[in-house]
């Protein structure tokens, strides 16, 4: 009979060694688990639009399937169409010849000289070049193109196979989901309320993806269209490159708008007054906090909000783990994992640290506020109802 340590130090040692186990499969199995991950939650998104087009529209369950595949297709398509167009122009306004460039560059030293506060390398930036190859920062900036395209080119190729295997996985959880639903919910016992329990902290933790991803999408599309219409009165020479950039980059809390925010700078200071450029940036940083600390809370709710370290933790786990994919999956997963642990009352706990709310009582050395009692509301029958995972109708 095998006897489990008893030890509070050797069971933390053993929970740390499972973590780094963890850990360490996730980062091996990226290429299993990211294609899953983001099927798993683009289901969640797109089960309840399959549905609907079952149940209203009387389409097929294959040809629901497949239409929102088709459309979220299509969605992908069209974005990729105006990046590329929007790069396309970006490169045909670099100056070209030596004449505009070297007139291209002084513009740009002379605004730089008056806003830097310390004197230029005259190596970097000479004040009186005569040809191109005397600007070493130009050389610099020239000579790094190849190695930034090879590796643009190389990371898109493999995304393009990610993609073609999570469309795969897409179609198959949409269509097989309540089978698969079910087979999960099995796991847990043959109890009828444990498994009724389990359905609805699966629901649960769906709901909370959807709903985070949803206002997401829509939220960072306005934003775009807001600051798209800012940047075109500003006479910015890209304006709707850079609102499309936020609005991907606005999947990655905090980093994202500080980075989306250098271009359209760069931007207005290189072709616009200094002026416009400090208006451009203070308007800019105005609507992302309006945005962060209004229109997100109104919209999505306070019970899926995470705090700031939680965010911070989660975006530097799940980049170490799976690197830029992982910084746009942090904040779908977490919104999951908190809905897990607020439909676990044993695990309410975490999702109080995880969270924003205020605790009912304040924390005492001597007084540890009671855990809330379990609710009253009776489990929903998940198995009988299709899952809000996939909300598939067969």
């Known amino acids: 009979m095998i006897s489990f340590p008893t030890h509070a130090a050797t069971r933390l040692g053993i929970n740390i060694a499972i973590l780094l186990a963890g850990v360490v499969a996730l980062w091996l199995g990226k290429a299993v688990f990211m294609p899953m991950i983001i099927a798993l939650l683009l289901a969640a998104v797109l089960g309840p639009a399959a549905s609907w087009l079952h149940r209203t529209l009387k389409f097929s369950w294959i040809g629901s399937c497949l239409t929102v595949i088709f459309g979220l297709l299509l969605l992908n398509l069209l974005i990729t169409f105006v990046i590329v167009l929007a790069a396309t122009r970006l490169v045909q306004q670099v100056p070209q010849g030596n004449d505009e460039i070297l007139k291209f560059y ?223 999956l942090a904040m779908p997963i977490m919104a999951g994992v908190k809905a897990v642990c607020q439909s676990v009352e044993s695990w309410r706990p975490w999702a109080n640290l995880m969270g924003t709310q205020k605790a009912d009582a304040p924390f005492k050395p001597e007084h540890i506020p009671p855990a809330p009692e379990a609710s009253a509301e009776p489990a929903s029958a998940a198995i009988q109802e299709p899952s809000t995972l996939t909300q598939v109708g067969r």
């Open 106 to 328: 002084t513009d740009f030293r002379t605004k730089l000289v008056n806003l830097w506060p310390w004197q230029l390398d005259e190596e970097l930036f000479p004040s009186n070049p005569q040809t191109v190859s005397d600007i070493r920062a130009y050389q610099f900036l020239y000579e790094s193109y190849p190695n930034l395209f090879r590796n643009t080119a190389e990371y898109l190729s493999s995304w393009l196979w990610q993609w073609v295997l999570i469309v795969f996985l897409l179609f198959f959880l949409l269509l097989e989901g309540r089978m698969l639903l079910r087979r999960v919910v099995e796991i847990f016992g043959p109890s009828e309320e444990v498994r009724n329990r389990a359905g609805d902290v699966l629901n649960e933790m769906a709901r909370s993806v959807r709903t985070y991803l949803v206002w997401r999408t829509i939220i960072n599309f306005g934003l775009a269209i807001v600051v798209g219409l800012i940047y075109q009165v500003a006479g910015l020479r890209q304006p709707w490159s850079w609102a499309i950039l936020l609005a991907i980059l606005n999947y990655i809390p905090y980093l994202g708008p500080l980075i989306a925010g250098i271009p359209p700078f760069l931007d207005a200071f290189l072709f616009t007054t200094p002026e416009n450029t400090l208006l451009v940036t203070v308007v800019y940083w105005v609507v992302i906090v309006l945005e962060g600390y209004l229109v997100v809370p109104v919209l999505m709710g306070r019970s899926l909000e995470l705090n700031a370290t939680t965010v911070m933790l989660a975006c530097l786990f799940w980049d170490l783990v799976w690197g830029i994919t992982g910084l746009f």
